[in-house]
């Protein structure tokens, strides 16, 4: 009787297995796909393109690894989106895109990006106004001010903060542990996990770092005023 059941166990485990890695297989698979679907090209080498050339695509692209709780992160969004709003200004010739740079020596930055990719699933319409709302009362969320926070506290003061400059509201079951699995984070941690994954495969450490179609640019800091980025812009071939 107990070779019948170790047998069965075995099955049961070899099964699991299997689902198990099929399904890492399909999660790889997706990313990769993204991965390749959000990949930059030269509007200049658009016809290495096997899809469309429409003008739409044509476009070049600029990509702003920003962290939530950084101070120079938010003085570049403030120029680039808040102040001079170049993503609209330029919206026929550049395509801007936010990207979520985690630095871990903050913790609670994770927390902060986790509520930024809860409005982006439940309402991303309002996904800029929510990350304007949040860099505008950064300070409140620094190291110091949160230390003594449980985790539960600390989304509550974001959702706080994100409500009053907003008026966006989230539910806070959205982020709180899953109770079904064990160490399984929330509801969001699988966008979490796959923004972090992005700017580790793009080699980002600091923020801001900003990739122009596709390639980092080292001299874009965070300290250019609105004209160093007119003339950067025109210059785009």
């Given at each position: 009787m107990h070779n019948i059941w170790l047998n069965r166990e075995r099955k049961k485990n070899n099964i699991h297995s299997f689902?198990?890695?099929y399904l890492i297989k399909l999660s790889v698979q997706r990313s990769i796909?993204?991965?390749l679907k959000?990949?930059?090209?030269?509007?200049?080498?658009a016809v290495y393109s096997l899809q469309s050339s429409s003008q739409e695509q044509r476009r070049h692209t600029?990509?702003?690894?920003l962290d939530l709780v950084c101070p120079f992160s938010a003085r570049l969004w403030?120029?680039?989106?808040?102040?001079?709003n170049l993503p609209n200004?330029?919206?026929s010739r550049i395509e801007f895109i936010f990207r979520h740079q985690i630095q871990p020596w903050h913790t609670q930055s994770a927390l902060v990006h986790t509520v930024i990719m809860g409005v982006a699933r439940e309402q991303p319409s309002r996904l800029f106004d929510?990350?304007?709302g949040l860099f505008k009362r950064q300070r409140e969320l620094f190291d110091e001010h949160v230390e003594e926070k449980s985790q539960v506290e600390i989304f509550e003061k974001i959702l706080s903060i994100l409500n009053e400059e907003t008026q966006i509201k989230l539910d806070i079951n959205l982020f709180r542990t899953k109770k079904t699995e064990s160490n399984a984070g929330n509801s969001i941690t699988t966008d979490l996990k796959y923004h972090i994954k992005y700017a580790r495969k793009h080699g980002v450490h600091v923020s801001p770092t900003v990739f122009v179609d596709g390639l980092e640019e080292p001299d874009i800091s965070s300290q250019w005023t609105v004209e160093q980025?007119?003339?950067?812009i025109d210059k785009l071939q």
């Open positions: 689902s198990y890695f796909f993204i991965q959000n990949m930059s090209l030269l509007p200049k080498y600029v990509e702003l690894f403030s120029t680039v989106v808040g102040e001079n200004k330029y919206k929510a990350i304007t980025w007119n003339t950067y």
